[in-house]
């Protein structure tokens, strides 16, 4: 969430899931990759359930291959999660949505790709439901959220600089909220059967946000 793309950020924010062996080779990485993608597919298949076997069968390697690289059936389910946020932040809160636009219309147009990669990744639904349940995946994805908080709160305090928004307002009390609040937004629209269609979600979380923020919601147009 900034008017520029975000800097490369370090260690200690991107890459939660290190579990097992580093990848250190082209083909190590290429295995880590496919097993990952591997898990995601099992996890949406199976509505967040994931059997080591069944991952390495659809991966084409061997079980053991799954603890070289993750140490664990919960490390490997970690580093997808991970895999999700990381592609989460780069593709909608660590880049300039609409170069040269208003704040308002800035962050409005940053709502609607948050939504709506959470609409195109069927394992959004899985994550927002029931992964955070697993303790280390918790602690992956509480790291990602805990960046994103801190991301926010940088936007917020950049915006109060140039007077974009209102004086008052505690960056990180309401980076908190904004995370926190699409969070769980997003999982009441994507558990319900079918989901709230997606331009409805994205204006009722637009509203929320601009109140947290302290803009007209309106003043982005539509």
């Known amino acids: 969430m900034s008017s520029k793309p975000a800097a490369s950020t370090t260690p200690r ?14 083909r190590s990485a290429a295995t880590r990759r496919r097993l990952i993608k591997a898990a995601r597919e099992e996890l949406v298949a199976r509505e ?40 989460f932040r780069d ?10 636009a208003r704040f308002a219309e800035r962050e409005r147009k940053r709502t609607e790709l948050s939504v709506a990669f959470h609409y195109g990744d069927p394992l959004a639904r899985v994550i927002l439901s029931s992964l955070h349940l697993d303790p280390e995946v918790a602690v992956s994805e509480a790291a990602h959220i805990d960046a994103m908080v801190e991301l926010v709160a940088k936007v917020m305090a950049l915006g109060v600089r140039r007077g974009e928004i209102p004086k008052g307002r505690d960056p ?20 319900e059967d079918p989901p709230i269609p997606q331009r ?23």
Not at 203 to 212: E, Q, S
Request: no cysteine; glycine share 14%; aromatic share 6%.
């Open 48 to 87: 967040g359930l994931l059997e080591i076997d069944s991952v390495a069968a659809r991966a084409g390697v061997s079980v053991g291959a799954i603890y070289r690289h993750f140490g664990s059936r919960a490390g490997l389910v970690a580093a997808v999660v991970d895999d999700f946020y990381t592609r």
């Open 13 to 26: 924010t991107r890459g939660f899931a290190a579990s097992g062996a580093e990848a250190k080779t082209p």
């Open 200 to 222: 409805q979600t994205s204006r009722k979380l637009w509203v929320l946000i601009a109140g947290i923020m302290g803009v007209d919601p309106d003043e982005a147009g539509h």
């Open 172 to 191: 990180r009390f309401v980076g908190a909220m904004i995370i926190g609040g699409m969070r769980h937004v997003l999982a009441i629209a994507l558990a």
């Open 91 to 100: 593709e909608a809160l660590e880049i300039d949505p609409a170069p040269g």
